[in-house]
């Protein structure tokens, strides 16, 4: 069986780890080609890209090993403490590594963990895509992702309910929100915490730029850099994850609201280049084609132009034997616009959009 794959620009003056085919099992080129400068890498990953699926248990694969995790961060996150919580953050990252595109894809789409804890591992995985490109040293992006982590962690049944609110949020849970960042940075103290970027980018994850946020009311000097890519992340997920009343939005939109009615109040060069690290179709991106199928985009676009999408349901929206790649630069497949889950769809394997 083939499967999609993603060539990672570390990839570059290396030798390729597998064959990679075409759609129809072309071999391309083999394993063990160097990729010799990012012309040559360019060439190749611009291109849809297939490699043989491993036909061995589906928890020794990236998403097996993220939907294990998930159980894992929701136990540890009952009763926080330091080296339970370094361990998921640093295991999330590692399968960050192995495939970025499906954990970012793969997050939105499956219920992975109760909604807070969901939520928290969607802001890690887009919060780690930041800190890789601002150079953040191993050592910080493993604190940034622990304060991912724990960002609601005095506050995970009210998350939960925020989730499944409609209406007005009562009063009540309206102030517990407010004091949610200085009680989790409490709770994660008490529990032996004593890493100051953590410590910090929980505490802080709701200041706005303008002086503007909550608990403190700092401004944008005296916000960590740590906690500014955290509330860009936090925000973003927010925007485009799904209420139980209400379908995921676009990225689209998210990014409309954070140049729109948030831009004082989130730090816009961060918000820049998580457009331009994302873009507009990131993956779990739901989209519907000239065809009438409905496809997920599973990759991110070298160039920011999205080229390929992996058809799942059918124009009647029965659900694919086998999701299909599809070039979206053809008119018969081109993106006409994007598509909201609906409650009547069948069961879609979402992990084998990434080939899993």
């Known amino acids: 069986m083939l499967r999609p794959v993603h060539l990672d ?6 030798p390729l780890p597998w064959d990679v085919y075409s759609e129809s099992g072309v071999l391309i080129a083999g394993a063990g080609l160097v990729l010799a400068d990012a012309a040559h890498f360019n060439k190749l990953a611009t291109r849809a890209l297939f490699r043989e699926g491993e036909s ?14 998930a159980k894992q961060a929701e136990t540890c996150l009952k009763h926080p403490e330091e080296d339970a919580i370094r361990s998921v953050a640093r295991a999330l990252l590692a399968v960050q590594r192995a495939d970025t595109d499906a954990c970012l894809g793969y997050a939105s789409l499956a219920p992975l963990a109760r909604p807070s804890v969901g939520h928290a591992l ?10 890789e490109q601002l150079d953040f040293s191993e050592a910080d992006q493993e604190s940034l992702a622990a304060a ?27 102030a517990a929100l407010r004091g949610h960042p200085q009680a989790g940075a409490d709770r994660l103290e008490r529990a032996g915490v ?54 995921p939005k676009s990225a689209s939109f998210a990014f409309q609201e954070l140049f729109g009615r948030e831009r004082t109040h989130l730090d ?43 058809s799942v349901l059918d124009a009647r929206e029965r659900a694919l034997e086998s999701p299909q790649a599809r070039d979206v630069s053809k008119r018969n497949h081109a993106i006409i616009g994007t598509a909201d889950r609906q409650p009547g769809w069948p069961t879609i394997n979402w992990m084998a959009v990434w080939g899993y």
């Not at 990236?62 to 995790?69: D, I, K, N, Q, S």
């Open 122 to 131: 969607r802001v890690l995985f887009v919060t780690n895509l930041l800190a």
């Open 56 to 69: 061995g248990d589906a928890s020794d694969t990236p998403l097996g090993r993220l939907t294990e995790l």
């Open 148 to 174: 991912a982590l724990t960002m609601n962690v005095a506050s995970l049944d009210l998350h939960d309910r925020l989730h499944a609110y409609a209406g007005v949020v009562p009063e009540a849970d309206r």
């Open 9 to 14: 620009p570390a990839l570059i003056g290396q």
């Open 268 to 310: 816009g060069q961060i918000a820049t280049l998580l457009l331009r690290r994302m873009g507009i179709y990131p993956p779990g991106t739901l989209v519907r084609l000239a065809s009438r199928e409905t496809a997920c985009i599973a990759r991110r676009a070298q160039d920011g132009v999205a080229r390929w999408a992996v």
């Open 194 to 247: 004593a890493d100051v970027l953590w410590l910090d980018a929980v505490r802080q994850h709701h200041e706005n730029m303008d002086a503007g946020g909550y608990p403190d009311g700092l401004p944008g000097s005296a916000i960590s850099l740590a906690a500014r890519v955290l509330r860009v992340a936090d925000f973003y997920c927010a925007k485009i994850s799904g209420r139980h009343y209400r379908p």
